[in-house]
Nanobody, 125 residues
Framework: EAQLVESGGGSVQAGGSLRLSCSAS????????IAWFRQAPGKEREGIAC????????YYADSVEGRFTISRDNAKNMAYLQMNSLEPGDTAVYYC??????????????????WGQGTQVTVSS
């Protein structure tokens, strides 16, 4: 059974950093695009970062560009999201997801087959 498990969430003050981890099992991790989405209360789930499975190209939403870094370690079946200069607006549940590459559509939900349960990130001012 395919599974993604996020960890590393928590509470931090504005300007601080967190590193989220995503542990994958039950599928061939190296063959999948990995992305991080987040969902704040009352808002839609939004894609914020993506890393491809081939050349490890990365893509970011404008809201996190320059502050967040996505990475992956195929040998460990792990993905990461380093989040720096956190702002109160980053408060959300963060989800790791795996799916097929869809050029220009990585922020959509449909390319992704597997989702984690989410981890809460709270940033206070």
């Amino acid at each position: 059974e395919a599974q993604l498990v996020e960890s590393g969430g928590g509470s931090v003050q504005a300007g601080g950093s967190l590193r989220l981890s995503c542990s994958a099992s039950g599928f061939t991790f190296k063959d999948y695009v990995i992305a991080w989405f987040r969902q704040a209360p009352g808002k839609e789930r939004e894609g914020i970062a993506c890393i491809t499975h081939g050349d490890f190209s990365t893509y970011y939403a404008d809201s996190v560009e320059g502050r967040f870094t996505i990475s992956r370690d195929n040998a460990k079946n792990m993905a990461y999201l380093q989040m720096n200069s956190l702002e109160p607006g980053d408060t959300a549940v963060y989800y790791c997801t795996a799916g097929s590459y869809a050029a220009g559509a990585w922020t959509a939900l449909w390319p992704y087959d597997y989702w984690g349960q989410g981890t809460q990130v709270t940033v206070s001012s």
